[in-house]
């Protein structure tokens, strides 16, 4: 099995920006092209493809496609079983921690864990978090779990804190795809000081100030999907505020 992408997590403490790509919000390689094109030129980190439903049939063309147009990392961040595929370099082995649903948390795994053995890609035990992020989104309905409260830093530093206990190697907290409020400082820092495992946070970031905010809390993976569909330039921008804070911090270390 392949473990590249962990690595990659693990061993560099830069700061990374993950595209999330939502294939049922794509109408086709066209649309794809716009946001991968872009991802190649500002050289973001990951490309994330998942989402809560696909129901466009788009899913394996759709991750067949970004690989052919791209040398970054492809990393599948599944909604469900179905979203698996060969040709990925890694998937996020999600157990949804922040909820009591036990299909969430280990049921779907078993199902899925023979194919993805099979299938050689590289499998990256990830702790799910979901936290309030002020309204209801897809993944809190789909899940029917119910999120860390926003201004719960403690609940969420202690559940990070027993999913890296339990093995887990990445923790990813979402608010939810446009979600009204990103994930706060304040929850992120709580976080970054219980637990040593990567962090991604996702979830209602629309700048590249708050993607700064967050990478400056503790984040090691900022993820943003909806607000680079509707406008790819932003990926840009994104990726020179992560190489401002490389150089900040080479400045200063
Ligand atoms: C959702 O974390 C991701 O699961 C990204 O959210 O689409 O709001 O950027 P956005």
Not at 17 to 32: F, H, N, Y
Request: charged share 20%.
């Amino acid at each position: 099995m392949k473990s590249g992408v962990l690595n990659q997590l693990t061993q560099s403490t830069t700061k990374k920006l993950a595209v999330l790509i939502d294939p049922d919000s794509l109408d086709g390689t066209q649309s794809v092209d716009r946001v991968i094109d872009r991802c190649n030129e500002a050289g973001a980190d990951f490309i994330l493809v998942g989402g809560s439903l696909i129901t466009n049939g788009f899913w394996e063309e759709c991750v067949s496609y970004i690989k052919s147009r791209t040398r970054i990392p492809v990393v599948l961040f599944p909604g469900n079983l179905m979203q698996t595929h060969p040709e990925a370099d890694a998937i996020l082995f999600l157990s949804m921690i922040s909820g009591r649903n036990p299909d969430l948390l280990i049921g779907k795994q078993v199902l899925a864990a023979p194919g993805l053995k099979k299938s050689g890609v590289e499998v990256i035990p990830t702790g799910y978090m979901i936290v309030d992020g002020g309204k209801i989104t897809s993944v809190m309905y789909m899940s029917n779990t119910t999120p860390i409260p926003h201004d719960k830093p403690n609940i969420a530093s202690t559940t990070a804190l027993a999913g890296e206990m339990l093995g887990l190697r990445v923790i990813y907290m979402d608010s939810g795809s446009g979600a009204d409020r990103p994930i706060s400082p304040k929850m992120i820092r709580e976080v970054r000081k219980a637990v040593c495992a990567p962090i991604f946070i996702g979830g209602g970031i629309r700048t590249s100030a708050q993607a700064k905010e967050a990478w400056l809390a503790g984040a090691d993976v900022v993820v943003v999907g909806n607000a680079i569909e509707q406008n790819p330039e932003l990926i840009f921008d994104l990726c020179a505020t992560r190489s401002q804070l490389l150089a900040e911090k080479q400045v200063n270390a």
